[in-house]
């Protein structure tokens, strides 16, 4: 891979003397970078360009070749990769479009391209993407002509399509973030994310990841990988839903999974997930800071108004501010010139235009035990303040690494001194109290250390009872009948409410009669999957609605089309919360685990949390608790909790069964009654899918 | 009001030669903005500065004086003011701090200056702000140094807090935005928002109002004064909780009322609020173009990633992405080079590098009917098309104007670029995809016109009967017993379930006798408010139960120290939704009426809606409708929708109630049961607060 990126002789194939032709682009850029290796230009027509020949074909380069950056029309692309195979070429990277995202063309094309990669062992980067730029040694190959405005420093950039990544390269540059590398991959053909995630992970000149996709090429393989490295990663998915799909798939052959599951399966191994510029830059100005161990901050602003629109943003994302101890407050309200200010946090320094003594402030301010952080809000104007205010935002540097706190600096001053600031401060400063405040959130609820391969707490289950079940079901090619699918969960060990079947009206007296009280009575047959919207199930059933009842479903089961259907009847359980349980198959994530409440809960309000499996204990837990709903199952005005234990256990043993089981593609547990706490909790209702 | 902006002859107060003065920069400021008119420095010390005198005191000026710009410590300040009154100046600033915001000396000293003012007839601004600018004729009083980077044009700024004021006015030179007046007002302990507000509504030279205040001081004024006005006015509105309070009143003595009264106020005269500077830009930036009269887009784009991250942002902010027609698309198809795009909406502009084309493209499309505005995604490199694309940027501004619809523009370049941009472009350009996107839904939301004077919808209620109630109750000095609550709600002509009052057990018995099924019987009594917390209602209490039932009840009144209450009795009601109805005062907005729907939704998830009366029906409407849980009332999965018009005059009648009756200071129904469509709704619960 870091041929890619290190190769000291790069050909650039598709070079022509007309002014407009993009591959002079390409050899600009190197040009502007000063690439420190050879370069060699290529083009059917020959001729010349940058005072340098142009060879008619790959073949005609006098010498060894580490990369080839390929940019004609698609057409040519396998004669090109044909040549550098022969060349003996290992490493290239096709920026020519037309391919996949096109149509059936395209398709054909792609395979052909893959076919001549394998038979010589290339590896390439693209197509349909813009290529590589390494800001060390100025291998930039972009056709987008990029002018050197980058500071050197150590994010990289990992971007699908070319136009965004360019565009996050124009944010650093105007935050004068520095960057390390960039790569755009297009249509991911041969190499994917992964392959450059992991090279990004162990490259020695990379702190910090930032990536931008519209299709994740394999889920799993990502989170793994995520999972083992320590640095933080910042991903940009986009491409979420109906109205991107279609643009998203003409222009990079993308398609898009269930977006709810995207964000469970990076927040599990700790991606950050972003979806605008801003929230990059404020990510990229807070990671460098220590990090924010708690949810207490401390404001200090010189602008009273300043401080009041920090304390509404806590509000909003949930900080506490730290109050400060009364000596504490007496120490430094001895500075004040005239003490027309009430102290508090925020502390509004008022008429206090010592900065010597700010930094004091700062620092005792920060060494309060109480005080996991510091927001410093600095007005001043240039004219008057810039020389001694860009001293002390270095002195409050100096000071934040020290503590081992963060002390983050917003900076309400005019245009000209910010960029003044941009450029000459080692740390970037905040220019907006929101944008400070929700940098500290975020770094607040996210963690990137590198975490171990996540274990399902132990669950044992009846495999052989659930195989059998299976293996039936998919020899007679169906889904499982409701009695079926009822055992599954007894052999997961999630209880069941007790049920019979009936297969004759004679038997649906039986049991009507051994029920004391009212009863379910649901129609289990193959060839009815949503029994319930037919009319197959009926409540508060009593015994004398026997004949009735058995009219009513055999005439559901006609209409169906069965005749050998049956009943399952069962208690009603009444006084019970239901809970809505279930396992899917994501094609990119894989096996899935959900939970909602019951009733309007996840129909009309979408309140459902879920986690790719498997997952450690406490994630079952947090998803629980994530629900907008959870009140109503911790128990709400004087309401008695619900066994929330009982719901986690479920959910361990689904878990456990969609890792056994690969062939169970969709199973719901609807509903879970669950019952006040330590009472337990009964499945009344389960439909299992299984894969053809 | 016109003295403050455009005054010829201006005495600026607290100058003296120390080089830390801050009166000097007051003066520093009226020459760095070449002020038109003749400046007056007054200090007690005398001396001189600027090569002027310094005058020891008001009176020694040998010249009227219209505007008197006051800089001195607090206890000062009635000693000048005084001498302003006697010299006949009608019009003062007062930037110094230490009054009210501070404690009792400072109130103290605010009425003292208070009273001063008045026997001379002196307006005055402050004190605590930072005072007055108009970028027009040089007149900039703030003691904060500004330098004149501010491009002129018809924005003003109107600020309780001088250093936000000063941030969002860099805001606005930073995007080179054009800036009018500017106005701090402090601590307004006379003038304050409202009236400044009518002013810069009556200013022919601003077209836009943005204001920060962190506490309103007439609500009712404001809403009037914004409801004649077809100005846009943008109202970040800060202090909006308990953490920024204390700050907030230590900082300009403002109190925060309840924030979702100001949210819904301000929402309905056409305020559009907000609290981050980007919002704000956005709403500058976006307001200058036509007005987008629909929620169809067309998206084109020069770099497919750009075009997916626009169509996720239409997908949040609930924007269609309207079809292209099959022979528009054709149409512009055949301009392609290679078509290696498959054409849709968003449309990716691909390897199509024609600028006329782009304007032939945009025009075809911005005259779609079925497009109400445009998205122009335009990435490019400043050293290579830089020029052609400033050109191309100023013919789509004539297109859209010439068109009537906007085309918003967003462009991502280099740094160096955008500022050309924003010093050079008579529109601002934006750049960030979702800045554009959420730039449009802020103006697709908002309306500005001015409108009329809203009308409740009539609704006789039976004014003599509530008026006996509540002279009665006030009589007594006691809050409405539930009979006499449910009186008021008949008088009303709120629909109530019927009850019967029973005072013994006997009269229990009976009541309970006449009801066939179930029924409630509630405590009725002047000593419980709260009485379901103290098991003041029993539910599905048949016949059998009365002597329990009456002893339980006479138990809880007797606890509460009430011998002579009464009980409630009414059928149970089943099968009805719960909603929850309310009249509330907000100390600044006066009477509002609310709505939620009952259970878990009002008190878990705070789904409620609420309008400040007198509103317009299709307010009222609107306010159902903006409930999360308002697809309940609508039915959803089959369920039968309720019915929504009872709902509505229930919230006609409670309108016209607290208009009519000032001294019910709270009342709620709960719940009112709802019934399905055409079938009305019950009112079965009611309390009532008097004022005292």
Redesign the interface.
């Known amino acids: 891979m870091d041929a890619f990126f290190n190769s000291r002789t790069v050909a650039v194939v598709g070079v022509s003397d007309s002014p407009?032709n993009l591959s002079r682009?390409i050899v600009q850029n190197l040009h502007e970078f000063s690439f420190d290796g050879i370069i060699y230009q290529v083009g059917p027509r020959g001729g010349n360009a940058f005072g340098r020949r142009i060879h008619r074909s790959v073949s005609d380069i006098p010498d060894a070749v580490d990369l080839a950056v390929v940019l004609v029309?698609?057409r040519f692309v396998p004669g090109v990769l044909e040549e550098c195979g022969q060349k003996g070429i290992r490493r290239v990277i096709i920026e020519s479009?037309?391919f996949g995202?096109?149509?059936p063309e395209?398709v054909a094309l792609q395979k052909q391209v893959l076919d001549i990669a394998r038979r010589h062992g290339i590896r390439f980067i693209g197509p349909n993407g813009i290529g590589v730029a390494n800001f060390k040694n100025g291998l930039v190959v972009p056709f987008?002509?990029?002018?050197d405005?980058f500071r050197r420093g150590r994010v990289s950039i990992l971007?699908?399509?070319?136009?965004?990544?360019?565009?996050y390269l124009?944010v650093l540059?105007?935050e004068n973030l520095g960057v390390s590398k960039f790569v755009s991959i297009g249509n991911k053909l041969d190499i994917n994310e992964c392959d450059l995630l992991e090279y990004l992970n162990g490259d020695p000149e990379t702190d910090i990841i930032v990536m931008?996709l519209?299709g994740i090429s394999d889920g799993r393989r990502l989170m793994d990988i995520a999972r083992r490295t320590g640095k933080p990663i910042l991903l940009h998915k986009?491409?979420?839903?109906?109205?991107?799909r279609?643009?998203?798939?003409?222009?990079?052959a993308s398609l898009s999974g269930d977006d709810a599951v995207v964000t469970a399966a990076l927040a599990q191994v700790g991606i950050a997930r972003f979806?605008?510029?801003?929230t990059l830059v404020n990510y990229l100005k807070i990671l460098p800071l220590p990090r924010l161990r708690g949810n207490r901050l401390a404001i200090i602003s010189?602008?009273?108004?300043?401080?009041?629109?920090a304390?509404?943003a806590?509000?909003?994302s949930g900080f506490e501010?730290a109050p400060f101890p009364e000596e504490f407050l007496r120490s430094i309200e001895k500075h004040f010139r005239?003490s027309?200010?009430?102290l508090?946090?925020?502390l509004?320094l008022?008429?206090l235009?010592d900065f010597d003594m700010y930094v004091r402030i700062i620092e005792q301010t920060l060494r309060l035990p109480q005080v996991d952080g510091v927001v410093f809000l600095h007005?001043y104007?240039?004219?008057?303040e810039g020389e001694r205010s860009q001293a002390l935002f270095r002195r409050i540097e100096e000071l934040t690494f020290q503590v081992g706190k963060p002390v983050a600096i917003c900076v309400?001053?005019?245009?000209?001194e910010?960029n003044v600031l941009r450029k000459t401060l080692p740390h970037p400063v905040f220019t907006?109290v929101?944008d400070v405040i929700h940098a500290l959130s975020l770094v607040r609820d996210f963690h990137h250390d590198a975490r171990p391969e996540p274990r399902m707490p132990d669950w044992p289950i009846d495999r052989g009872t659930v195989r059998a079940i299976l293996d039936r079901a998919l020899s007679e090619n169906r889904s499982l009948l409701l009695p079926e699918a009822l055992a599954v969960l007894r052999a997961a060990r999630i209880p069941v409410a007790d049920f019979v079947e009936a297969r004759s009206r004679g038997e649906l007296e039986q049991a009507l009669a051994k029920i004391d009280g009212p009863a379910a009575v649901k129609l289990s047959s193959a060839k009815l999957s949503h029994k319930s919207d037919l009319g197959g199930v009926q409540l508060n059933v009593r015994a004398a609605d026997a004949p009735a009842t058995w009219e009513a479903m055999a005439g559901v089961a006609r209409r169906a089309g069965d005749e050998n259907f049956s009943l399952v009847v069962q208690p009603m359980i009444s006084s019970a919360r239901e809970v809505i349980l279930g396992i899917k198959r994501d094609p990119n994530f894989g096996p899935v685990i959900l939970v909602g409440l019951g009733g309007?809960f996840v129909?009309?309000?979408r309140d459902a949390a879920m986690r790719v499996v498997p997952c450690e204990e406490q994630e079952i837990d947090a998803m629980i608790r994530s629900l907008?709903?959870y009140?109503?199952l911790k128990g709400?005005?004087g309401q008695a909790p619900r066994d929330v234990g009982a719901i986690k256990q479920a959910l361990v043993a689904l878990g456990q069964l969609a890792i056994a089981f690969p062939e169970i593609s969709e199973l719901d547990v609807n509903p879970l009654m669950v019952f006040t706490e330590g009472k337990g909790a009964k499945a009344v209702d389960c439909r299992v899918v299984l894969k053809k």
Request: charged share 25%.
């Open positions: 407009d682009s029309p698609a479009a037309g995202e096109y149509g395209g987008a002509r990029l002018k405005v971007s699908q399509s070319g136009g965004v990544g360019l565009s124009n540059a105007s931008y519209e986009s491409n979420i839903g109906s109205l991107a279609e643009i998203a798939q003409s222009h990079t979806d605008d510029a801003d010189r602008s009273g108004g300043h401080a009041v629109m304390a509404d806590c509000e909003k501010l005239a027309v200010i009430r508090t946090n925020p509004d008022g008429d235009f007005t104007i240039a004219g008057m309400a001053t005019d245009h000209e910010l907006a929101e309007v129909e009309v309000f907008k709903s009140p109503l709400v005005r």
